[in-house]
């Protein structure tokens, strides 16, 4: 069994009897030592270990990215981005430029487009897509992924007719069936995720809980991860959660520590920058609207009886208050009732708040998985959205950690960036990173020890393994990365600039920014 020792640096544990230590030994898959440097050296093992010594710079747990959409992630390279357009007319532009590459046949998808950036901020429809002449297939997909928006001849191909092109939700499903479907092996592959696992590696991520959304569009299939690992090509471990139950008999957490079932995803709302999150009052920008809620109660309930019974963790998307007060209505009438899991719920994104709620969610106490980088990117239109009153309570981190729940925390990928050292950022300062200075809601600001408890000790604790994961502690398994810096010594407003040296997932080094680690190391 390899072992690798390193000293030199300060640990961040994790582990609150040990917050801080000055050297670890590996051994195997596991942390056979942490603690001072003559602690580890004593070891016997630590005598014939490859040995690193830093210059002060920092180790933290492998972070983990608890709600995310690997299979967006790896077909952002087949997609045509349209992040960052300025007008409508730009993203149209780049639909253009693909097609002149593209055969007549083939689908074109266009990922990402924020209208509340454009100097007119309208979404598109069939008219402006049916206006570029393509004889291709155009399929549209907003920033938030809970609106999409199709061409005449994608509306053929898929059997559909809708004048306004435009796909709330689930609607798109149809759509997103036939481009999948006909661009079988060009979006989604086992080398793309590999690309996708990689540059995760590369900030530092050792385990993702994986959304699989078939109704939007972002299907996952497992058997390419089962591939990669069978190649022992694996970086880093899946957690997956679907939008449909297994139609066989199983429990949430069957698989291995590389690849296993997290649970089942139920979507009650959409997105507010899309106007689909459901609240309980009208948008402040636009009277009348107040979204929409995607599940009556007594489907909804039926869900989480069924989930309930089977031992299947539930996730719950709910952005508005509307749809948190939904959730909150279910989940109450479960408490006290037997489950082998200690969180059968997860809430995600709990973004709209109100006051009252947050007293309920104290009492009820599902794992809340909130996205700290929202709190950024959202900042130009939320307000606009909400009203000044409605703003005060929502994205309510700092809040929502001092009811004493256990906050998990991620990007949702590729809606935001996966890079989760500006999430860490986000957390902790509130505050766009493009040097304009701008902040928000500076009294939910969270601390750095806080914000990394998000992505490494409480993800692991949401799905029961928080024991075995998670944490620089003697047995835990080798989950770590070395960075460029001690984060506790860097200034908040350049923690996004961190870097990530080495990552190492169950004892195996997955990244390697230097290439000074022996190729004994490496996965394969």
């Known amino acids: 069994m390899k072992s690798i020792l390193i000293t030199g640096g300060r640990i961040w544990t994790g582990d609150p009897s040990q917050p801080f230590a000055e050297s670890l030994l590996v051994v195997g898959n596991r ?7 003559e602690e580890v050296m004593a070891h016997p093992r630590a005598r014939d270990a490859f040995r690193v010594d830093l210059a002060g710079e920092g180790i933290v747990p492998g972070f983990t990215d608890a709600h995310i959409h690997m299979a967006g992630l790896a077909r952002q390279n087949w997609e045509v981005s349209l992040e960052g357009s300025r007008t409508l007319e730009e993203a149209l532009g780049r639909i253009r430029a693909r097609a002149e590459e593209t055969a007549p046949e083939d689908w074109i998808y266009g990922a ?7 100097p007119e901020p309208r979404k598109p429809g069939r008219a402006d897509v049916d206006a570029l002449g393509l004889p291709n297939p155009v399929l549209l997909r907003r920033t938030c992924a809970h609106v999409h928006v199709a061409g005449s001849r994608a509306m053929e191909r898929a059997g559909l007719d809708r004048e306004s092109g435009v796909f709330m939700e689930s609607e798109v499903q149809p759509l ?3 481009m999948i479907r006909e661009s079988e092996g060009k979006a989604l592959s086992a080398e793309t995720l590999l690309e996708a696992c990689r540059k995760l590696s590369s900030w530092g991520t050792t385990c993702v809980h994986t959304c699989s959304a078939a109704t939007y569009g972002l299907e996952e299939d497992l058997s390419l991860y089962q591939e990669l690992f069978e190649r022992n090509a694996l970086p880093i471990r899946i957690v997956s959660y679907h939008d449909s139950f297994p139609n066989y008999k199983v429990r949430s957490g069957y698989g291995d520590d590389w690849i296993r079932f997290g649970g089942f995803k139920v979507f009650l709302d959409g997105s507010l920058g899309g106007r689909s999150a459901a609240l309980t009052e009208d948008y402040a920008d636009a009277p009348g609207q107040r979204g929409r809620q995607n599940l009556e109660d007594s489907k909804f309930r039926g869900f989480l009886e069924e989930a309930f019974r089977r031992g299947i963790q539930v996730q719950v998307h709910a952005i508005g208050d509307a749809a948190i007060d939904q959730a909150l209505d279910a989940f109450e009438s479960f408490l006290g009732k037997k489950t082998p899991l ?8 709990v973004i709209a708040t109100r006051p009252d709620q947050f007293e309920r969610l104290a009492r009820i106490r599902p794992a809340c998985d909130i996205q700290p980088i929202q709190a950024v990117s959202d900042m130009d ?3 606009q959205r909400l009203g000044p009153k409605r703003e005060s309570s929502a994205y309510a981190w700092s809040t929502l950690e001092k009811l004493g729940l256990v906050l998990t925390g991620s990007s949702d990928g590729p809606v935001d960036t996966s890079n989760l050292w500006i999430s860490v950022d ?8 493009d040097g304009s200075g701008q902040t928000w809601k500076e009294n939910e600001r969270m601390s750095l020890d806080s914000a990394l408890r998000l992505f490494t000790v409480n993800p692991w604790r949401v799905v029961g393994q928080g024991k075995r994961i998670g944490r620089i502690a003697k047995g835990m398994s080798a989950d770590f990365c070395v960075l460029d810096r001690d984060p506790f010594l860097t200034p908040n407003e350049e923690l996004h600039k961190t870097l990530v040296v080495g990552t190492f997932a169950g004892g195996h080094l997955t ?3 230097t290439g000074d680690l022996p190729e004994s190391l490496l996965l394969a």
């Not at 056979?32 to 440097?37: I, L, Q």
């Not at 200690?342 to 994104?349: A, G």
């Open 31 to 37: 942390f056979a030592a942490v603690g001072s440097r």
């Open 112 to 118: 990402g487009f924020d209208e509340t950036k454009w």
């Open 176 to 178: 997103t069936d036939t």
């Open 342 to 349: 200690e969180f059968p719920f997860r809430l995600n994104h």
């Open 381 to 383: 239109m939320a307000p």
């Open 426 to 433: 986000a957390a902790v300062n509130r505050r766009k990173t």
């Open 511 to 513: 990244w390697d920014r």
